[in-house]
Structure formats: C-alpha cells, structure tokens
C-alpha cells in the first residue's frame, strides 16, 4: 500500500462513521469527520457569527482591554506568541494558549485537565476564573450583559438583533448561557485543512509537498522517530474526538521536559494530570496539541520553555531535556515517568532539515486571514 492510499483509507473509515446535522452545513475536506456538537447547542450560521463578534470584543472583559482573541490570534493560528498569557490585570497564566484550530475535534480542554470537555464550561474559565484572573468578569455578569445590551456593532446592527438571531425561541436571549453558547460555535467552525500536506494527502496534488517534506513525512511516521504515536490522525494529535467515534481518544504524555528530583517530578506550578488525579503515575503528563500549523505557535510545551521548532527536534532527539542548574535541574531523559516513545534519536543535517520541512507543511496560510474567523470591529 502507497503512503497515500493508507491515509486515505484511514479517511474513509472516519467519514463513514459521520452524519451532517441539520442547521449547518460543515465545510469538511476530505479525511475530516463531522466534530461532535452538544445536544443543548445545535450549530447555526446565526450563532458561529455571534460568537465571532463575541469572541473578539472587548466588552468581555472587566475592564474592557481584552477578548478571547487578545490570547487566541487569528494570525498565530489562535495563539499568542508568549510563553504564558497575560490577563486583563496583569495576572499570568500558568501555561501557554493553546491553538482554537480543530479544537472542535478535541475530547478535553487546556493542557491537562480531564474533566473539561466542553467548549461551553472551558469559555467560563477566562470569564469568570480568579487564579488566575483573564478576562475579569467575576462578580461583574450583569455589567458585561449590560454592555452588550446597550452595543452597536460596526455592521449597524445590534447585539440585540445577532443574539435574537441565534437564540429565536428564548424571550431573553442575552444571557452568560448563550453568550458562552455562541463563543463555543465560533471556535467550533475554525477548521484548519488546507495546508500542503492537505492537498497532498487529500486532493491529489503531487506537487504540493517538496520532496524534503515528503522524506520528513516518512521520518515523522516511522518506528525510528515515533512522533506520530502522540500526533498522529487526521488532526496530529492522539486525543480526538468526533462523530461515529465510539469512544473519544486522550492522549497525555510526560516528555522528559523535566525530572526535579530523580523520580520524574515537575515544577509545582506544573505537574500536569498529576494536579487533577493525585496519582503519581500522571506527573507530568500533558495533553499533546494538534502539529497543526505548528510553525506559527511557538513558543513550544505547555510553559513555553523551547523557543524554536528546532529546539524541539534537540529535546526529543535527546529523549528528554537536560537543565544543568536551578530550581528545575534535572535530566529528563532518565526519567522513569516518560513516554515509552521517548528514548532519543540521531538525524543527519539533511534529515533535520527534512523534519522541519514536513512539519511547516501542516501550515494553513489561509486560515490565517479566512474572514469567517476575522476581527469584524
């Protein structure tokens, strides 16, 4: 079997497990399958335009300096370019932003925590959270529904008339329910599938990869490498979840990133599922995002402790990072809690470079300024 005729049979299996809801119309390459939807929150063009609005205004926020899309940049694929975020006060978050891209087909939310695994209750964390405080909105949910009340938005229309809209049936349909409801159904239609290796893999154009991407692809799914054992499928990542699926995939894996103390221990204000299960076993074990348009997400890891992408290829070609003095020192490598697929690897300039070829291949340019997902103010 051809390389590409294993992803595409690996494609038809997903699709044919799906089913178009009604209300929406999916704008789904082929070898993507339909992204599960909340009973409770039925997609619709009227509500995924809402939360575009919703989801860059700055309304949203205690003092009005901030949206959903001052961490989630369109043009950094929904991240923002720091190691942590900085909140509306000046509060850091403890890990980076993640990518929005495909997060529709993600099974749990943030880097580490199993029990949010919805688009719905995860919107809530940087409205309403106080350690650390994002947008600010706690205590403040009649003043931000006010403020949206009271809106004109440059279109000419209202908040009222776009929340009318999507919400038809309720007789007040400005609430934090459908404000959290419509931002969900924005981030759920960010779909990414138009890089090179879409083309590819998906459409028949032999031309779309260069010959150093298509000998990295075969680096990057070989036993040598073993990169898409974590950031494999349709979405390079191992936690997926969609229609037609029995049961969603999570994925969370120790890296090697650190080992404190010789028995594979994380900083304290990093312990990944550890902090959510107590059990041991789950120190240091973080979700692995999708390789999506990952050129443009740095920095990398969940603290965005590796600048470059190159970076990344040292650290898991040494099988773990070494950092020789302070708090954190420790060898990653020699940790017992790391991935079995973390035992290191050697390339040649030409394969390193390869790599690097293949991985910028999953870049989706027009995402990038697509003006369904675009600032409308």
Not at 130 to 159: F, I, K, N, Q
Not at 162 to 184: E, K, W, Y
Not at 332 to 361: C, M, N, V, W, Y
């Amino acid at each position: 079997m051809t390389r590409r005729a294993g992803i595409a049979l690996i494609a038809l299996v997903i699709v044919l497990g799906c089913e178009e809801r009604r209300g929406w119309q999916w704008d789904l390459p082929a070898g993507f399958p339909t992204p599960r939807v909340p009973e409770d929150n039925p997609m619709s063009a009227e509500k995924v335009e809402l939360g575009r609005f919703l989801f860059h205004d700055e309304r949203l926020s205690g003092n009005e300096t901030q949206s959903c899309a001052s961490c989630h940049r369109q043009d950094l694929a929904f991240t923002d370019g720091v190691p942590v975020s900085t909140g509306s006060t000046g509060d850091l978050t403890p890990r980076g932003s993640m990518s929005l891209v495909n997060v529709a087909y993600v099974p749990t939310l943030t880097w580490a925590n199993p029990a949010l695994v919805s688009l719905e209750d995860q919107a809530l964390v940087p409205m309403f959270g106080e350690h650390p405080v994002e947008l600010g909105l706690s205590g403040r949910e009649d003043e931000m529904l006010a403020r949206l009340r009271d809106a004109t938005l440059p279109t000419g229309a209202t908040y009222r008339e776009l929340f009318a809209a999507a919400f038809p049936g309720d007789a007040d349909p400005i609430t934090v329910t459908t404000v959290v409801r419509a931002i969900a159904s924005f981030e759920r239609s960010i779909v990414s599938a138009r890089a090179p290796y879409d083309r590819w893999a998906h459409q028949g154009d032999e031309s779309a990869m260069s010959e150093s991407a298509l000998r990295g692809m075969d680096l990057f799914f070989s036993e040598r490498l073993e990169c898409f054992h974590c950031h494999g499928g349709f979405n390079f990542t191992d936690s997926v979840a969609h229609d037609g699926q029995p049961l969603p995939e999570n994925g969370f894996h120790n890296t090697g990133l650190y080992n404190v103390d010789g028995r594979g221990g994380y900083p304290e204000t990093n312990r990944g599922l550890y902090d959510h299960t107590a059990d041991p076993r789950d120190m240091g074990r973080f979700r692995a995002p999708s390789l999506r348009n990952i050129e443009l997400t740095a920095p990398y890891m969940h603290d965005g402790s590796i600048a470059t992408l190159d970076e990344v290829l040292d650290h898991y070609a040494a099988g773990g990072r070494t950092i020789e003095s302070g708090p954190n020192a420790g060898v990653g490598a020699e940790s017992p809690l790391k991935s079995i697929f973390l035992h290191g690897f050697e390339l040649t300039p030409q394969e390193r470079e390869d790599l690097l070829a293949f991985l910028r291949s999953l870049t989706d340019q027009e995402l990038l300024t697509d003006p369904r997902f675009a600032d409308p103010f």
